[in-house]
């Protein structure tokens, strides 16, 4: 199994960036799509981005789309979430995920509970 640890989160003002980052070891990391979900308090985790294993293919929820970009390095077994012109209704814990039975446009769709890696979450508050 895939062991995945989130960094970069914390307080930033209401159109600021913020960069995440989610370093992964174990199973072959280059072969598997990944993925960026977030959670607040008495919600259910929704779907961010996701990017596929060579990252040729990327996905977006409507509400992250144009504002953030996800990557990917193999070479150093990271993806990242480049998160731009934030607001409000961004604060959550962002989740970082893998399967190796899904493809990067599987995750956008399916519930975050079919997935079998997460890391352990890192707080993104963006203040108003």
């Known amino acids: 199994q895939v062991q995945l640890v989130e960094s970069g989160g914390g307080l930033v003002q209401t159109g600021g960036s913020l960069s995440l980052s989610c370093a992964a070891s174990?199973?072959?990391?280059?072969?598997?799509?990944l993925g960026w979900f977030r959670q607040t308090p008495g919600r259910e985790r929704e779907f961010v981005a996701s990017i596929s294993w060579n990252g040729g293919s990327t996905f977006y929820a409507d509400s992250v789309k144009g504002r953030f970009t996800i990557a990917r390095d193999n070479a150093k077994n990271t993806v990242f979430l480049q998160m731009n012109s934030l607001k409000p209704e961004d604060t959550a814990v962002y989740y970082c995920?893998?399967?190796?039975?899904?493809?990067?446009?599987?995750?956008?769709?399916?519930?975050?509970?079919?997935?079998?890696?997460w890391g352990q979450g890192t707080q993104v508050t963006v203040s108003s």
């Open positions: 174990g199973r072959t990391f280059s072969s598997v799509a």
């Open positions: 995920t893998t399967d190796p039975f899904y493809s990067a446009q599987a995750m956008s769709v399916l519930p975050a509970a079919d997935f079998d890696s």
